[in-house]
Each structure stands twice: as structure tokens, then as C-alpha cells.
């Protein structure tokens, strides 16, 4: 039952990641080339996402039962605003910003089986993989989360 | 490279990307964020956890056919730069979302609808650094 939830679940997200043109490069640059050839139509998609999530959110977290497959909700805690938050956030926003590929947008786009998608989410995972090391190193007795 | 106004087809895509947000919620009570799935589907936590992302990732990928069975063709992908920089774009995007802990849709969508400060906050990091970053790269350094 959670399995095929989670592929429906992930079929919606990807149907609409591809009807809204997140999957697009050259879109998703666009919106943000305002000074060139700028194209708005991602603020459609992200005020359309944010409010169906935001009034399902109202409506759905105050649930005493919790989720309907788990104990509770599993909500990120509420940690500080730190230079690892901020800068990690700036560094994303400068590869979304030469590539025009974000994690959500690209992910879904791996079903078209384009070559030059299969290998940026190659790309990405390295540095996934990376960060990870980089933190590891860094910080090498922190206790893993719970 | 100009790109069509679509308001219409973006408005339904995002309501669609919100289900999914929601739909995850309330079933198995996570948010949904791309790059928390694709994180903890290297290094789940038990058999259970690996098997709904990996059961999540194999329906974000059938969306798109999904898409070619309505449509007939695949959703547009057209990237406006080489490949050694779409493949930088790629790692730096990597390092990203480990260290800022989350992306468009979990910090952007998910974390702005719950209204939380780190995800306010990365949020604008982040859309101001691509902004900057693609104005650098179109008008600055390309032309």
C-alpha cells in the first residue's frame, strides 16, 4: 500500500513538474533572465503549488491521528538559520542558475530518457556525495540524527 | 533562447506538483521534497524507507510518459548551454541541496507552506543567487 502510493504520488508530482515546465532548462532560466528574454511563467507554478500545499497543509497537520500510513507527521525540526543554511542555499542557487535544472525538475525529466539529463543527475549526485564527505570531514563526531 | 508564456499550463502543473505535496503529507507524513527522496534513497534507513522512494522516484519518472500519452510528445527540454557546464551546473547543484538541506520543492513549496524561517530563508538565498547567477552568466560573461 505505501509503495503504490509513493508511485502515484510520485506520478502526480512528475505529470505536474512536466505540464508546469519545471523539467524546461531553457524555461526556468528565462524566468529569472528579466533584463533578456524573460519568461514569468514559473511564478505560476510556484503560487499554484504553494497554495494547494499550503491550504492542504491547514488542513491536514492539525489531524490528532497523525498520517494515515505513519505514527506522525515526520517534519523537518525546526533548526537554526545558519551559514551552512544560507550558504549551501546561495551555492544551489548558482548551479540552478547555470544549469536551469533543480533536483524536483530534473528527476522527473530522467523519464525522457535525454542523455544530458541521465548524466546532470549523475553530475548532481556526485555532489551529493561530495557535500557529504565535506561535511564528514569537517565535522567527523557528530552524532548521525535520529 | 525565448520560451512561450504558458500561465495556464504552469498554474495545473503547480496545483498537480501541490497534490502530490499534500498527498504526500497525509499518507506517509513527509514532505516532499526531491532532494531529501533522492538523498535517503543511497542511504535509506531500513527496507521500508528504501522501497517508497524508490517506489516515488519510478512515479516522478513515468510522469513524463505520462505526459506522451496525453500530449504526444515528451515535456520540452531545452538546455541553452555546453555540457562540461551543464554537467558544473549539476555537481554544484549537488553541493547545494546537501548543504542548504533541501531544493525548490522541499524548502521552496513544502517549507514555505508550513511556514518555516529556514525555509523562508533559503528560499530567497537561493532565488537571489539564481537570479544573480544567471544574469552573470547571460549578460556579463555571455551576450
Known sequence: MRILLAYVIGTVFGLGISISGMANPAKVLNFFDVAGTWDPSLAFVMASALAVTFVGYRLILPRPAGPMLEQRFLLPSAGRIDARLVGGSAVFGIGWGISGFCPGGVLPALGTGRIEVILFVVAMVAGIFAARALMNFRSPATPTQA | METTFTPLASTIGGALIGLASVLLMLT????????????????????????????????????????????????????????????????????????????????????????????????????????VTVYVMRHVIGG
Request: with cysteine.
Open chain 2, 28 to 131: 506517509l507524513g513527509r514532505i516532499m521534497g526531491a532532494t531529501g527522496i533522492l538523498a535517503g534513497f543511497f542511504t535509506p534507513a531500513s527496507r521500508d524507507d528504501f522501497l517508497w522512494r524508490a517506489a516515488m522516484l519510478a512515479g516522478m519518472v513515468t510522469g513524463p510518459v505520462i505526459y506522451l500519452a496525453l500530449t504526444g510528445s515528451f515535456p520540452a527540454i531545452d538546455i541553452p548551454i555546453s555540457m562540461p557546464v551543464l554537467l558544473f551546473g549539476g555537481f554544484v547543484v549537488g553541493l547545494g541541496v546537501t548543504f542548504g538541506s533541501g531544493c525548490t520543492s522541499g524548502h521552496g513549496i513544502c517549507g514555505m507552506a508550513r511556514l518555516s524561517p529556514r525555509s523562508i530563508v533559503a528560499t530567497l538565498t537561493f532565488m537571489i543567487a539564481t537570479a
